[in-house]
């Protein structure tokens, strides 16, 4: 029995859409390989909305969000600067620091990031607040064919993981929609109340690819 739980964790698990409601995807070790491959039949954004929580112990550098492209491996990344306490987000591959977040360890956090092509503007909220919204890239839509993977940073279209910036925790309810929510849709989602779920990727209609040690279990939530 332990032996086909050890394979069934190494080997790539693809499957149909699956609600994961009350579940999370947990990275329990450090690699430069193991991840989650989100998959879409969306090829072509003007803008969009990443929603996502996540709970990690890790005093490093870290990925938390990957979208690449053909032509920009950061077309949309969020990433945990651990030198300068800072939140990066990247789009097309330029960098736009947010700063003044109280990023603490071994707890839930929840971190939506909106980006609209025309306003060309990025902005991300954190835990419930909204950061300053910053300029970003020319106004021109992003093309696919777009690879999505969470717990490992792409540096190419679908690859060049690099351990040292691998994730390790666990992750839940991640919706991604093709326009920028509006702040009450925002704070239904921090809240866990009831908001229209991602139209691009959908936490309760997921499908995903695991690859090498990643797990899928019940949501764990502190015990009030």
Same mark, same amino acid.
């Given at each position: 029995?332990?032996?086909?739980?050890? %394979?069934?964790?190494? =080997?790539? #698990?693809?499957? $149909?859409?699956? +609600? @994961?409601?009350?579940?999370?995807?947990? /990275?329990?070790?450090?690699?430069?390989?193991?991840?989650?491959?989100?998959?879409?039949?969306?090829?072509? %954004?003007?803008?969009? =909305?990443? #929603?996502?929580? $996540?709970?990690? +112990? @890790?005093?490093?550098?870290?990925?938390? /969000?990957?979208?690449?492209?053909?032509?920009?491996?950061?077309?949309?990344?969020?990433?945990?600067?651990?030198?300068?306490?800072?939140?990066?987000?990247?789009?097309?591959?330029?960098?736009?620091?947010?700063?003044?977040?109280?990023?603490?360890?071994?707890?839930?956090?929840?971190?939506?990031?909106?980006?609209?092509?025309?306003?060309?503007?990025?902005?991300?909220?954190?835990?419930?607040?909204?950061?300053?919204?910053?300029?970003?890239?020319?106004?021109?839509?992003?093309?696919?064919?777009?690879?999505?993977?969470?717990?490992?940073?792409?540096?190419?279209?679908?690859?060049?993981?690099?351990?040292?910036?691998?994730?390790?925790?666990?992750?839940?309810?991640?919706?991604?929609?093709?326009?920028?929510?509006?702040?009450?849709?925002?704070?239904?989602?921090?809240?866990?109340?009831?908001?229209?779920?991602?139209?691009?990727?959908?936490?309760?209609?997921?499908?995903?690819?695991?690859?090498?040690?990643?797990?899928?279990?019940?949501?764990?939530?502190?015990?009030?």
């Amino acid at each position: 029995m332990k032996l086909l739980m050890l %394979l069934v964790l190494l =080997t790539t #698990c693809t499957a $149909s859409p699956q +609600d @994961l409601s009350g579940k999370m995807f947990t /990275f329990p070790l450090k690699t430069n390989n193991a991840h989650v491959r989100l998959l879409t039949s969306v090829d072509s %954004l003007s803008a969009f =909305t990443v #929603c996502h929580r $996540s709970f990690t +112990d @890790l005093k490093k550098d870290h990925l938390l /969000f990957s979208m690449a492209t053909l032509s920009n491996p950061n077309a949309f990344l969020t990433f945990w600067d651990a030198t300068n306490k800072e939140m990066e987000v990247h789009i097309r591959d330029r960098t736009t620091d947010m700063a003044g977040l109280d990023y603490k360890l071994n707890m839930w956090h929840s971190i939506c990031t909106t980006w609209d092509s025309t306003a060309q503007l990025v902005q991300l909220w954190f835990d419930g607040k909204p950061l300053v919204k910053k300029f970003t890239t020319s106004g021109t839509r992003m093309q696919g064919p777009f690879i999505i993977i969470l717990g490992q940073e792409q540096d190419s279209h679908g690859g060049g993981f690099d351990i040292n910036q691998s994730f390790v925790g666990m992750m839940s309810d991640v919706h991604m929609w093709d326009y920028t929510l509006s702040a009450c849709e925002i704070h239904n989602y921090m809240d866990d109340l009831n908001f229209t779920p991602g139209n691009v990727l959908n936490w309760r209609a997921l499908e995903f690819q695991t690859f090498d040690r990643v797990l899928v279990e019940k949501e764990q939530m502190t015990c009030q």
